[in-house]
């Protein structure tokens, strides 16, 4: 799923790195905390979060993800904003809840490796 | 033993948990410039990353060193702070000491030494009480895993 479409499903604004929204993503993660996402987490190129820290970025990161989806209408700082352009991660900000943003972009095919996931993605 | 391409070292801030994470984020771009494999990369970054942030949250910072050889990355970390009590206990994943505080930004899981353990291929801990702990992992570069081959 290409990473504009997902900014539609979430009814999201775009950040920054606008740039880079062609990019596509094929599994997500949603957690707010960063540990579980280092420790669980594989290949998921989106990360979906109510941790408003640089540390949603740099974890993100870490894990050489492509974006980052701020939910529940949190608005990231521009420390924040500087370091994911610095990265080039793509920054979302959604009005939806977690488990809403998560269900809305797996009921319109962000599904990834469903076993994965499972097992070893879904963090939160 | 292969050759030694680089030595860095790296002072961790334990006064500043906002910029946690800088030092591993620089040994990242490093070995990607090397070239190494994206895998061997995430490894040593994800293991140095948990390091780092462990390192601040509970012993007030320190000294992380990063020997980068052909065939392995070896990351040590220093640090002054108390030491770990009972390490099999520290080792077990869901077990943490950090403050609430920690948790409310995110840290705090009690996944981090698991976490180093599981990227690294060899961990050693060295730890007194009172006088601080030196955790040593090394990252083993497979002869076939380098971006570059």
Redesign the interface.
């Known amino acids: 799923m290409k990473i504009s479409e997902i900014a539609k499903i979430l009814n999201g604004s775009v950040l920054c790195c606008g740039e880079h929204t062609c990019g596509e993503v094929f599994s997500a993660c949603g957690s707010?905390?960063?540990?579980?996402v280092?420790?669980y987490v594989k290949n998921q190129a989106l990360l979906l979060?109510g941790?408003v820290?640089?540390?949603?970025i740099?974890?993100a990161?870490?894990?050489?993800m492509k974006c980052v989806a701020f939910v529940r209408d949190k608005t990231p700082g521009e420390d924040i904003l500087a370091l994911a352009r610095k990265?080039g991660i793509v920054v979302i900000k959604t009005p939806l809840r977690m488990y809403e943003a998560c269900g809305l972009l797996f009921a319109g095919g962000l599904r990834g490796d469903i076993d994965t996931d499972i097992n070893a993605g879904v963090c939160g | 033993m292969a050759e030694k391409y680089l030595t860095y070292e790296y002072n961790i801030d334990g006064e500043n948990f906002t910029t946690a994470g800088e030092a591993s984020v620089n040994l990242k771009r490093v070995l990607r410039r090397i070239g190494f494999a994206p895998e061997v990369i995430k490894r040593a970054s994800i293991a140095m990353y948990e390091g780092e942030i462990n390192m601040v949250i509970h012993a007030g910072g320190g000294v992380a060193r990063v020997n980068i050889y052909e065939d392995k990355i070896v990351i040590t970390l220093d640090d002054n702070g108390p030491g770990i009590a009972d390490v099999e206990l520290a080792m077990k994943e869901g077990y943490s000491t950090a403050p609430d505080k920690i948790r409310s930004m995110g840290f705090g899981a009690g996944m981090g030494l698991p976490n180093m353990k599981r990227n690294a291929d060899k961990l050693e801990i060295s730890t007194r009480l009172g006088e601080g702990t030196t955790i040593t992992m090394t990252i083993t570069v497979a002869a076939t895993a380098t971006a570059n081959d």
Not at chain 1, 32 to 36: Q, Y
Not at chain 1, 61 to 64: A, G, I, R
Request: glycine share 0%; aromatic share 0%.
């Open positions: 707010d905390m960063m540990s579980d280092l420790a979060t941790l820290s640089p540390h949603a740099r974890t990161e870490m894990m050489d990265h």
